[in-house]
């Protein structure tokens, strides 16, 4: 059974269209189970009716012409219950529903599984069967199975679909909707650029070309090229081979002959597909091709088939190295899975807004784009990326949501919120030089978080207090090693100089987790839960000791460098690192280097942390939260993960209650207590956040302004009270359309999630 399975899925995964794809699926089920029908409903969205759209053994003049409603017949009744439907006599049971023009009056059996993706049901696979009886439980559990394994394929076979400009009943695509969740707030229209790995054929996307020739060319080039690689490794080997052994060479050779696959890439050319993509789809023909076959020999040559696809398109991409993109002035970059190093590839004045197929609304990249004031959506995992290059797109950061072939009436919506989120960031500007004081007088430090020395002009000129956050990892991933103590010490001293006197807080080495380096591998079952932070750190006491060091001399003589440790779970690693940063002090001064002894504090970010906040604050000068991994660690939910990035809640009311203790306790024995997390940098959680006493909030710098701009607006008693109904709730989605609705009470509708008037 796992053999077919397997088989269905990568036949099902190479079909070009989603009508090939049911087909072969309802063909390869009909054969597999030995059933006389096999057919799939799917359900059309707009007009909530299931259609007929594939079947072997009903009259195929009915497919695309039966429709039911949402919850008619025995398919609309598997769809509403949302599990499988076993049925020996099925005209017997109420539910049914009888099409003549099927010609399934003749059928008694009945089993229908729903098909579901990301909890929504896309259609109902349905096996019927003359002879009256009940399908056996191993019979239920394969189409149980194949449902599962192919709903995701379902999906993005639409998906493709509708990105060529019909959806599957046959109209003409309008205002398609790509699901992912929020990475960075705003909203962009532009044009799709996609950026993929290198000499990875499976994410080239497709591009039409109007130089036949020239392509044409260069794949010939690129295939001499392959051809000169082999010839030379066989040169080479040829004294350590066997003649049968060096034949394999002349096998490779053979393969790109112009009777094989050379010869199919030149058609595909010749039909206006750019190099790179009718290699792919030769060489994927290919492999389904041997893939399909049952003998071991022939299939393993699948693997030699991708070998050479991989070795001619890392030359195509190398002849194209030198060639200079041309990126649009609306650049929205889309990548399977976005890097930061691919950011610096687009001109920062042309790229409006980030799209990522993997990661969620807490990876590092969305963190990074927030700090760029670049709208983000990431996780949209089925968007066909490699069918949008070149397509007009909108990105809206506020609900993570993608939209393809706009409507005038849809583009004249966003294209009205891009100018009035211009307007709203010119107005902000006068903000610059007045302080964050609340209507009844309270001041609350606004400071940033920064990592590279680009962050430091944007910083000041938001108007930053200070930073609450210097990322010192940044250094050390941006080299092929350690940094030594005087590249340290130059690049916090720049950092301390930039902001002097303002204090800055420079948080000790936190790698691990989705913090790697390249040359300190640390490779876990569960990075999050494992060797990270200040375990690391205190593991190797010779790269802290160093650390600090080189933050102490770069504070000579300005003295307004803080510290802070992170991942701290127990006392114990508090008195530990604070031995540690006593003894490097007085080594430091020993040396004659006149510094102060900074002050020092502990992350807030492990749940054990929260329950021991006297505790630590006894040891330390200050805490500040990082409410990143605070929510993450608290709802085990991991925050790169976009299969559950919808259970991460920064307002979750477990999350809301912890914050709300930790200030508290932090206060009650008389201790500054910040927070650096994005639920500082949201406007309407820094009203929360100061409801609850926080004395600095630390944020992106471009969200400096918004944060102020809602601050000085409110007094603290309005935020307290607000504060009291939020605590009593019990959803996240309450805690924040209440906290949205007070947002537009007091006229800052412009700070919420834009909401389309259907």
């Known amino acids: 059974m796992l053999n077919v399975l397997r088989s269905i899925v990568q036949e099902v995964n190479a079909a070009p269209d989603l009508n090939s794809a049911l087909t072969l699926i309802v063909e390869r089920v009909h054969q597999s189970m030995d059933t006389e029908v096999c057919s799939i409903y799917l359900l059309d969205p707009e007009s909530h009716q299931y259609i007929l759209m594939a079947s072997k053994g009903l009259n195929p003049d009915a497919i695309g012409k039966v429709r039911l409603g949402h919850s008619e017949g025995l398919v609309g009744l598997v769809g509403v219950r949302e599990e499988p439907l076993n049925l020996h006599n099925a005209p017997a049971h109420p539910r049914y529903r009888y099409f003549p023009e099927t010609g399934e009056e003749r059928y008694k059996s009945f089993l229908g599984v729903p098909i579901i993706h990301h909890r929504k049901v896309l259609g109902v696979l349905v096996v019927q069967q003359r002879a009256s009886r009940l399908f056996d439980e191993g019979e239920e559990a394969f189409l149980v199975t194949i449902s599962a394994q192919l709903a995701a394929v379902i999906a993005h076979s639409e998906a493709t679909g509708i990105i060529s400009g019909m959806d599957f009943t046959g109209q003409a695509a309008k205002d398609i ?29 497709d591009k039409k070309i109007q130089d036949i020739d020239e392509e044409i060319t260069q794949f010939e080039a690129a295939v001499n090229a392959v051809r000169e690689d082999i010839r030379g490794v066989g040169d080479r080997l040829a004294s350590q081979l066997r003649p049968e052994e060096q034949a394999l060479f002349d096998v490779y050779l053979g393969m790109l002959d112009d009777t094989a696959l050379s010869g199919e890439v030149r058609t595909q050319i010749r039909k206006g597909q750019w190099a790179q993509g009718a290699l792919r789809d030769v060489v994927q023909e290919y492999v389904r091709h041997f893939e399909g076959i049952s003998d071991p020999y022939l299939k393993e040559r699948s693997v030699d088939i991708k070998d050479l696809g991989q070795r001619v398109l890392a030359h195509l991409q190398q002849n194209q190295v030198n060639e200079k993109q041309d990126y ?67 990105a809206d950061g506020y609900n993570g949501e993608i939209y393809s072939h706009l409507s005038p009436e849809l583009l004249g919506f966003y294209s009205s919120i891009v100018a009035e989120e211009e307007q709203i960031a010119r107005g902000l500007e006068e903000l610059r030089e007045l302080p964050c004081v609340t209507k009844d007088g309270r001041h609350i430090a606004l400071w940033v978080n920064t990592g590279l020395m680009t962050d430091v002009m944007r910083s000041l000129n938001q108007g930053a207090e200070g930073v609450g956050l210097y990322r010192t990892e940044v250094p050390f991933m941006i080299n092929d090693r350690f940094p030594s103590e005087i590249e340290q010490r130059d690049c916090y001293r720049e950092q301390l100089e930039a902001f ?31 060797w990270r932070g200040i375990r690391v750190t205190l593991d190797h006491p010779e790269i802290f000791l160093v650390q600090v060091r080189a933050m102490l001399k770069a504070s000579e003589g300005l003295d307004n460098l803080r510290i802070m440790l992170p991942m701290i779970s127990n006392i114990s690693e508090v008195e530990e690192s604070l031995h540690l940063i006593y003894r490097v002090y007085h080594e ?110 630390s944020m992106n710098a471009v969200n400096l302004p918004r944060v102020k701009s809602v601050l000085r607006s409110v007094s603290v008693d309005w935020a307290e009270d607000l504060l009291r109904k939020l605590l009593c709730m019990d959803s996240p989605e309450v805690v924040r359309s209440t906290l949205e609705f007070s947002l537009k009470e007091i006229g800052y509708e412009q700070y919420t999630r834009p909401q389309r008037k259907n």
């Open 588 to 697: 430091v001064r020993e040396e004659g280097i006149d510094v102060k002894m900074p002050p020092v504090g502990v992350m807030i970010e492990v749940p054990s942390a929260i329950f021991q906040v006297r505790e630590i604050c006894e040891r330390v000068d200050f805490i500040s939260v990082g409410s990143n991994d605070l929510t993450q660690y608290m709802l085990a939910v991991d925050r790169n993960n976009p299969r559950v990035a919808s259970l991460y809640h920064s307002f979750h009311p477990a999350v809301l209650q912890a914050l709300y203790k930790i200030a508290c306790d932090a206060h009650s024995v008389g201790k500054q207590v910040g927070i650096c997390g994005e639920m500082a940098g949201d406007p309407g959680g820094a009203i929360i956040l100061t409801a609850m006493g926080y004395d600095t909030l």
């Open 500 to 530: 002097s006197p303002s204090l800055v807080t420079m948080r000790t080495l936190d790698i691990g987790g989705d913090k790697a380096l390249t040359y300190f591998p640390i490779n876990e079952e569960n990075p999050f839960l494992g």
């Open 177 to 205: 909707c790509f699901k992912g969740v929020a990475g960075a707030p705003g909203v962009a229209v532009g044009e799709c650029v996609v950026f993929f790995p290198h000499a990875d054929l499976n994410a080239v996307p």
């Open 328 to 394: 649009p002035d609306n650049t929205i970059l889309i990548s399977e899975e976005l890097t930061p190093s691919m950011l610096g590839e687009v001109p920062r004045e042309k790229l409006k807004a980030l799209v990522s197929v993997l990661g969620s609304g807490n990876s590092h990249v969305a963190i990074l784009a927030r700090a760029m004031g670049l709208p983000c959506v990431m996780g949209v995992v089925d968007m066909p990326i490699n069918k949008l290059d070149g397509r007009r797109i909108v």
